[in-house]
């Protein structure tokens, strides 16, 4: 960047008591901030350090989450202006130190850097005016629109023509050092006679002195505004969670324990309120939730906002007396707790935010707060979280029943068959739910087609624990899965194959948590290998068109997209058809999720319905909706049934349609 001459020097005392005034409000408040973080509980974030750089090279500093679809443009805009403000700072600190001290930043003087800052200076302005006619005339419902965007975005609106103008009008007067590349931009003004060459020299001290002020006054702003995100969203990324997505956080030794989960901004942990911080206000989260599309109370960017508007109203009296009471985060954790039972652990806001706010996690921590603390789940919850305790499964069915559907197909126990090399954990569904039972023996089929060894446990498996834990009973999930654990253990089980996601996810993510390591394989990755391996004949049926549903549990959670859709590919005479816009990664949630599989929907449209409405509103002429969850399965049924259109798509499970193909 172009540097004052000589002449500037003396006012180069006025230019530190001013950086000082700046940074100083900057870093105090920043100071401040963090010393709130500290009221929150320790949690221990420095694992896999390498995972952590690689997220601040992709989410960070390329942007990788706001990039992707359907936000491409305003993404793009937003990523502008990002990347625009990295390469401009490297060019405020050079401005400041050679206006204080008379150096230059190595490299800032070259050709390379010249270009780039101009043109970023360019882009910045471009992206500016698109956040600005978004905000006015295309704003989106769950966006915040306040006062204080527009005063952000105006001052870098400032920073961006205050440096084109001092740049050209200082290559004009000619206020370059020896050796100084002209900024290309600022050229080419110079060459368009803008700048006279009697006045250039005004105008350079001028916009010179606007740009630096303005530096300082964003400076001492920023971390009193909600853009201070600028700062936050670095850390925020390093830190986020390397487990597993739909691994929660365990309790540990539990019975020692005498409060659970989160009713004050202290049983937040120090990243959770991090996350309080980091949130941009831009409203992806609401607008993917499925809860809050189908009328319920929950918004999870309020849930976010309103812990951190806590934590900055009772921080400063906190500080001053740590023992002091403290009110719960939000108003809705004692007057209106159904927002915190409505979510569907679905993490659509978790895939959405572009800051890797972790939204879930408190929603979770402050059910165990109701549950554990106040007894105060739904009664349909504390119902099926009883039937569990008692009978193994939320519905209650005894437990010596769980294997009976398998013994007309003659499906060896672990105890029947120990040198089994896989274990079939059927789970609660497809063990009590006549037609999720259906599913399960089309899994044997398979598997037997294959020549896969395998065995179940039969009366000695028990539920895995999953609806208890998201429903906040982390003490009878801990129950359930070490239950679980030492019968596997007893057996010496390696190998696990689970046709439910959320068994699957337990498995797979949460039981290592207390010891239980095995190999974990969703039914429809084994299928799909199987396959690809030939060990499967797939006969042609008559054609038809199948729409693929994404369980939440196997894509969002655990990233598994690619392999149901290649079992269905594979399967000759159907053609897949995608429920678009909302598959894959938007796929919409069938609601049972969370717990909500043994809650009644009171308030809006039900979940499932509205799914069912995505389906039919994609005219894919589809004739079958499949998935690979039994949660999913039984929504969709109803689903179709209440909307009356069971006669015209039926909802099946891919493992269905390909028992249904296999050659003798």
Partial sequence: ?????????????????????????????????????????????????????????????????????????????????????????????????????????????????????????????????????????????????????????????????????????????????????????????????????????????????????????????????????????????????????????????????????????????????????????????????????????????????????????????????????????????????????????????????????????????????LTLMEGAAPPEAQRAMANIERAGNPWGEPRDTRGDWAKELGVPTFAEKPDAEYLYFVGCAASVDRRNQRVARALVAILRAANVSFAILGAEETCNGDPARRIGNEYLWQLQAQHNIDTFSKYGVKKVIASCPHCFNTLANEYPQLGGNYEVVHALQLVDRLIGEGKLRIARDGPEIVAYHDPCYLGRHNGIYDQPRAVLDALPGIERAEIAPHHRERGFCCGAGGGRMWMEEKVGQRVNHRRIDQLLAAKTGATKVASGCPFCLIMLEEGVGAKGVQEQVRPVDVLELVAGRLQN
């Fill in 1 to 369: 960047m172009i540097a004052p001459t000589g002449a500037f020097l003396p006012w180069g005392s006025v230019l530190l008591l001013l950086a000082v005034l700046g940074f100083g409000v900057f870093f105090w408040r920043a100071w401040r901030l963090y010393q709130f973080l500290r009221l929150g509980r320790p949690e221990a974030r420095l694992d896999h350090p390498w995972r952590r750089l690689r997220d601040e090279l992709v989410i960070y500093l390329g942007q990788g989450k706001l990039l992707k679809r359907p936000y491409y443009v305003r993404g793009l805009a937003h990523a502008f202006i990002f990347w625009g403000f990295l390469v401009i700072t490297i060019g405020t600190v050079d401005l400041l130190a050679n206006g204080i001290a008379g150096f230059h930043v190595p490299g800032t003087g070259s050709a390379v850097f010249a270009w780039t800052i101009d043109v970023f200076a360019v882009l910045v302005l471009g992206s500016i005016a698109i956040a600005l006619l978004r905000r006015i005339f295309f704003a989106p419902p769950r966006m915040h629109v306040a006062l204080d965007g527009y005063v952000i975005l105006g001052m870098i609106a400032i920073l961006m023509i205050t440096l084109l103008v001092f740049e050209g009008a200082g290559l004009a007067a000619g206020n370059l050092e020896k050796g100084y590349t002209p900024p290309p931009l600022a050229g080419l003004i110079l060459r368009s006679s803008v700048f006279p060459g009697e006045s250039s020299a005004v105008i350079f001290i001028y916009a010179w002195w606007t740009h630096v002020v303005t530096v300082l006054a964003f400076a001492a702003y920023l971390p009193q505004s909600k853009h201070l995100h600028i700062v936050t969203t670095l850390p925020n990324v390093f830190f986020k969670k390397q487990t597993p997505r739909g691994a929660l956080a365990l309790i540990e030794d539990i019975e020692n324990k005498e409060t659970f989960g989160a009713a004050t901004v202290r049983d937040f942990s120090w990243k959770q309120l991090l996350d309080g911080y980091t949130c941009t206000e831009c409203g992806r989260c609401s607008d993917n939730c499925p809860a809050l599309a189908t009328g319920k109370p929950l918004d999870p960017q309020k849930i976010v906002l309103d812990v951190r508007d806590q934590l900055l109203a009772e921080g400063p009296r906190l500080l001053k007396d740590p023992k002091s009471a403290t009110k719960p985060p939000a108003h809705w954790v004692q007057s209106k707790p159904e927002e915190l039972w409505a979510c569907t652990t679905c993490a659509a806001c978790v895939e959405a935010c572009p800051v890797t706010i972790e939204h879930i996690d408190k929603i979770v921590d402050m059910r165990r707060h």
